[in-house]
Antibody, heavy 116, light 110 residues
Framework: QVQLVQSGAEVMQPGASVKVSCTASGYTFTGYYIHWVRQAPGQGLEWMGWINPNSGVTNYAQKFQGRVTMTRDTSISTAYMELTRLRSDDTAVYYC?????????WGHGTIVTVSS | QAGLTQPPSVSKGLRQTATLTCTGNSNNVGNQGAAWLQQHQGHPPKLLSFRNNNRPSGISERFSASRSGNTASLTITGLQPEDEADYYCSAWDSSLSAWVFGGGTKLTVL
């Protein structure tokens, strides 16, 4: 079964870092870019960046430059997104998604709540 | 980063046709076209079409996409209750080297 499975919900303090994982199965992990997209409560979709799982090359949205790091471990077909210096407005559902023409497969989402 | 422009809401009757629009510029929609996503409350988005009118396997022919200049459109025919959802357009922006999304359109089926 082709799917992306994400790590569980996180509650973080302001100023902390969070690392979300996304494990792929049912297809060749290194064959498709993985993107990260977030959605704040009641808001639209916001693109954060992508990683090429084959090469490890990344491209981040300007808004997140310096705060986000995307990595991957090809041995376990897993991509990671780490966001540092968390603020309350980082509270959102974070999705990983596979790019194949469009974003054709999505993880179930990871809720990250930033609260003191 | 500049996003794409979508009307916040559209309402249509059961079995009618709805056309949703998405306006960008020559660096995004006008360049490589747009993709459309459907999102039901509490669920991840689902890809409906990409590069203007390529439908993934399993997507109903009731959903069709097109583009004219810098504006992309998604037409949904024979509206059903399950079509009530949020719809987002997305496109690669070659000047920003970034993907951009529209703000989303909430489709209500009356």
């Amino acid at each position: 079964q082709v799917q992306l499975v994400q790590s569980g919900a996180e509650v973080m303090q302001p100023g902390a870092s969070v690392k979300v994982s996304c494990t792929a199965s049912g297809y060749t992990f290194t064959g498709y870019y993985i993107h990260w997209v977030r959605q704040a409560p009641g808001q639209g979709l916001e693109w954060m960046g992508w990683i090429n799982p084959n090469s490890g090359v990344t491209n981040y949205a300007q808004k997140f430059q310096g705060r986000v790091t995307m990595t991957r471990d090809t041995s376990i077909s897993t991509a990671y997104m780490e966001l540092t210096r968390l603020r309350s407005d980082d509270t959102a559902v974070y999705y990983c998604t596979r790019e194949s023409g469009g974003f054709d497969m999505w993880g179930h989402g990871t809720i990250v709540t930033v609260s003191s | 980063q500049a996003g794409l422009t979508q009307p916040p809401s559209v309402s249509k009757g059961l079995r009618q046709t709805a056309t949703l629009t998405c306006t960008g510029n020559s660096n995004n929609v006008g360049n490589q076209g747009a993709a459309w996503l459907q999102q039901h409350q509490g669920h991840p988005p689902k890809l409906l079409s990409f590069r203007n009118n390529n439908r993934p396997s399993g997507i109903s022919e009731r959903f069709s996409a097109s583009r004219s200049g810098n504006t992309a459109s998604l037409t949904i025919t024979g509206l059903q209750p399950e079509d009530e959802a949020d719809y987002y357009c997305s496109a690669w922006d070659s000047s920003l080297s970034a993907w951009v999304f529209g703000g989303g359109t909430k489709l209500t089926v009356l």
